[in-house]
């Protein structure tokens, strides 16, 4: 019925594993004798004794989806049945499908945190806040190479004001990293009374933040704030205060939208977990 459906059928086939396709409905209302409300589940897989119902809707539709199957649990307790999002339906076709679906997920990216709709949406509301609390105002940007570029282009987009931009570069080197942070490339413009916003990709320990802060404050600008697209606050070692968080990551090594791995993926416009390198497969003797 659906192309999505054809993609599940032709992946279940490829794996021999046998199923029906919408072989029994469940009655869920009755007008007196007559049936009202039926579910009918898309595939059923007789080897698993499970149902599957797949859907590629609307949410507000799904909702609707989500209540008929609460109905079907509750009226069939026996029954296994599970809804497989659009998502779900992805993240199988990345792994073991092909054809179109399986185009959407590149190498190296285990599985997408935030899509480049969902991303997009964040950043207008980002600007838009700032733009409120900037208002009057021309605030210098500070970007914090290189991971940032991205996020900065959009972001300063999205900002209805007077802005001026600005970029620095740090350096990490040694072990004790707090001890060890070097500013390679210094802003050019004066910050003596001026509104600054650092803006970070990412905020992961906040040692880097921190550093950065006490080097800024220095200059003796009028007020320094915080602004960062993505914040792994469960891995913060220095209490630095962040004004303005575009997402909050969990503790996974994220790329994409700026964010690389060795030198690749920043221009992947969504933001996603890297893929672990599987451990090469020792040689059997
Ligand atoms: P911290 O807050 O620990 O001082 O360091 C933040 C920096 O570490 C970020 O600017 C970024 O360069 C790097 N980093 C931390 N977590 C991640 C991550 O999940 N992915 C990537 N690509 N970089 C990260």
Redesign the pocket.
């Known amino acids: 019925m659906h192309p999505s459906e054809k993609e599940f059928a032709d992946l279940l086939d490829y794996y021999h594993i046998n199923y029906l396709y919408e072989p029994r409905s469940f009655p869920l209302r009755w007008d007196g004798s007559r049936v009202v409300e039926m579910f009918t589940p898309d595939f059923y897989l007789p080897e698993y004794d499970q149902y599957f119902e797949l859907t590629t809707m609307k949410q507000n539709l799904v909702t609707q989806k989500n209540r008929k199957l609460r109905h079907v649990r509750e009226m069939y307790p026996e029954v296994n049945v599970q809804l497989l999002y659009r998502r779900d339906l992805m993240r199988l076709m990345g792994k073991y499908g092909f054809g179109p679906l399986s185009e959407v997920s590149v190498e190296g990216t285990e599985r997408v945190l935030f899509d480049e709709a969902t991303v997009q949406r964040r950043v207008r509301e980002l600007g838009a806040q700032l733009t409120e609390d900037y208002a009057g105002e021309e605030p210098v940007l500070i970007g ?1 190479l290189r ?2 570029v991205v996020f900065m282009a959009d972001l300063m987009r999205a900002m209805n004001l007077p802005v001026q931009v600005e970029f620095m570069e740090i350096t ?1 080197y040694g072990e004790e ?1 707090e001890k060890s942070i070097d500013v390679i490339r210094d802003v050019m413009t004066e910050l003596k009374g001026r509104h600054v916003i650092i803006v ?11 550093y950065l802060l006490e080097y800024l404050q220095a200059k003796g600008p009028a007020s320094v704030r915080v602004c960062t697209m ?1 914040d ?1 606050s469960v ?4 209490d630095v205060p962040i004004g303005y968080v575009g997402f909050e ?1 969990p503790d ?4 994409g939208y700026g ?3 060795g030198g690749r ?1 920043r221009n992947l416009p969504y933001i996603g977990v ?1 893929q672990p390198v599987e451990p090469k497969a020792v040689p059997q003797r």
């Open positions: 914090i991971g940032v990490h990293r970070e990709d990412i905020v992961d320990t906040g040692l880097t933040l921190r993505l792994k891995r913060r070692m220095a990551v996974e090594f994220v790329i964010l690389d791995y993926y890297l």
